[in-house]
Every structure is written in C-alpha cells, then in structure tokens.
C-alpha cells in the first residue's frame, strides 16, 4: 500500500544528495512502513476454530465489558429474578386464596339460592292448584 504526497523538488534533492534549482511541486510515492506483507501478520484461517460454539463467543466477549459494569448487570438482572418470583409468589398465594373461598362460599350460597327458587315454584304451583279446585 502506498500513499501518495506532493513535496517541494528541494527536499528531494537533498534526500537523493542531487541539487536541483527547480522549486515546481512534484508528486512523491512513500511506502507506509505499517504495513507488511509478513507471514507472521497475516491472521491465518487455523486461527478461527470452526466449531467454537455461541456460549464460548459471548463468553469471549465479557472482556470487552468493565468488571464494574458486569457486576451492575448481574445484580440488576438478580434483583428482577428476585422481584419476578416474589410477584409470582404472591399472585399465586393470592389466586389459592380467592379459589377457595370462593369455592367455600360460592358452593353453599349456590345451593341454598336454587332451593329457595325450587320452594317458590312449588308454593306458586301448589297455589295455582288450589285456585283451580275452588
């Protein structure tokens, strides 16, 4: 790779140890010295391992995130397990209760109401019998 810069012909001609009186500004060809085509450089294929698994990357990845930030999340994430199973908890507890005294109550209230409904209609029939005798 190379990068491409204009420079005053003088510096040239100090550097190749010529003298030169034209000041016209010529383009000049620098190699970057960052650059290299060593084997050693190169990122080969046998580095990437074909059969790293999704687990081994993200945890691969904790390096990138500060320590202090890691410690936040896991009490963060923690903190909403704890909250989430006392929520859990208490709607259940709280869902037993409701069942079974509803059950408790609704049972008995159900029955009592349907024979009371059955006494009504027997005692309008038994009327409605003794109308039609007389």
Do not use: H
């Amino acid at each position: 790779m190379a990068k491409v810069e204009i420079v005053e012909d003088a510096s040239i001609a100090a550097a190749a140890g010529v003298a030169e009186s034209n000041s016209d500004l010529t383009p000049r060809i620098t190699e970057i010295t960052s650059y290299s085509d060593n084997e050693e450089d190169i990122v080969e294929e046998d580095d990437f391992d074909i059969n790293e698994s999704l687990t081994d990357r993200v945890l691969a990845l904790r390096d990138a995130i500060p320590p202090q930030l890691r410690d936040n999340i896991a009490s963060s994430a923690l903190y909403i397990g704890d909250l989430t199973r006392s929520v859990a908890r208490f709607g259940g507890r709280s869902l037993w209760v409701i069942t079974s005294s509803s059950l408790l109550l609704g049972i008995p209230l159900s029955l009592c109401i349907l024979s009371e409904q059955q006494l009504t209609e027997m005692s309008k029939s038994v009327g409605m019998d003794t109308n039609v005798l007389s």
